[in-house]
């Protein structure tokens, strides 16, 4: 009998156990929805304003800089948000008008009405901010996915975009085994998709932002990850990704109307990007007819956020030659 209640005890131990370690892991690895309201008070600031658009979306937009000078339109990239483009911001405030905002389905703007997230919807949202201004054309800068938007944008709408800045910029087909890893790799499959809707743990982002960048050690902060790893857990965010990417293969591809890109554009490339190797950007260089290609020695796929000095020089010498000889 002793032995049978010692077993019993023995049990109940190891269940118990069991639930604690399933209930460190939820706390883990389960991250809950947090309220547009809550990530407002932390991550807008006084230069922060919010509109409705037309097509019923609010959006988060930021207007700096010199507002005598050329506007520049910031597009960040996937699972991004206006403070990617901060530093830059910083670099050139006194040299042009520089307006930010996220995207449909980031940051503090968040999923949207229509729950469209293709490029083609991105870029009509793009031009509804634009709306917002009395501007005859304006320069796109973008990122990444932003990049994309960019370039169709550009493409849709070419006589109201004067000049272009593309950081490693989406746009061309990439080969099967150039598929970015980290987090990213879990968007490749309707599994791996679905677990993204819960499975959202910081360290997973922390090492993500690591893996993209040239130097890690000196550019990832707690600071950054814990912005990423909020943003993303809006209500409503990690849903329209999961959209956003179970639905990237409907997109028209831009590679082969590349061509067609009217606009005078400066590609800048990590030469250590991870996520968009830089090959893409010599490819696409060679199909933007008159394109401007600067690689970045020590720079990932961030290099806007890695070298703003650097990045804030080159662009300053393309818009003055691209917007002052026009």
């Known amino acids: 009998m002793r032995k049978l209640l010692q077993s ?35 991550y807008a600031n006084e230069k922060s304003f919010f509109y409705f658009l037309p097509s019923g979306a609010e959006v988060h937009i930021r207007d700096e800089g010199n507002k005598d000078k050329p506007p520049l339109i910031l597009l960040h990239g996937a699972n991004g948000s206006l403070h990617n483009w901060e530093k830059l911001v910083s670099e050139l405030e006194n040299d042009y008008r520089l307006i930010s905002f996220d995207l ?14 293709s490029n083609i919807a991105m870029a009509n949202f793009t031009r509804e901010v634009i709306g917002l201004y009395d501007f005859d054309a304006v320069t796109l ?17 070419p006589r109201e975009v004067d ?10 087909q990439r080969d099967e085994g150039d598929s970015p890893g980290g987090a990213y790799a879990l968007t490749r499959s309707s599994i791996g998709l679905s677990l993204l809707r819960y499975f959202t743990p910081k360290f997973m982002l922390a090492s993500t932002l690591k893996w993209q960048v040239g130097d890690p050690d000196n550019f990832v902060t707690d600071e950054m990850v814990t912005r990423y790893w909020k943003l993303l857990r809006m209500a409503g965010s990690r849903d329209a990704a999961i959209k956003r990417y179970s639905e990237r293969h409907l997109e028209p591809p831009l590679e ?12 800048l490339w990590g ?13 696409m260089n060679t199909q933007i007819i008159g394109s401007l290609l600067k690689l970045y020695p020590q720079a990932g796929h961030l290099a806007h956020e890695e070298m703003p000095e650097r990045a804030a020089i080159d662009i300053r010498q393309f818009l003055t030659r691209a917007l002052y000889t026009q």
Do not use: W
Not at 163 to 172: C, N, R
Not at 256 to 266: K, Q
Not at 271 to 283: A, C, H, L, R
């Open 163 to 172: 000049a272009m800045v593309l950081v490693s910029s989406s746009g061309m």
């Open 271 to 283: 030469s250590q990007d991870t996520v968009i190797d830089p090959k893409y950007g010599i490819e």
């Open 8 to 42: 019993f005890g023995y049990a109940v131990l190891v269940t118990i156990g069991l639930i604690v370690v399933l209930l460190l892991f939820s706390s883990l690895m389960i991250a809950t929805d947090l309220t547009k309201q809550e990530l407002i008070d932390e």
């Open 141 to 157: 800068v973008g990122h990444s996915a932003g990049g994309g938007v960019a370039l169709r944008y550009a493409l849709m709408y």
């Open 104 to 117: 449909p389905g980031h940051g503090l703007t968040g999923a949207t009405p229509q729950e469209d997230y």
């Open 256 to 267: 082969p109307i590349l061509r067609a890109v009217n606009p005078t554009t400066l590609l």
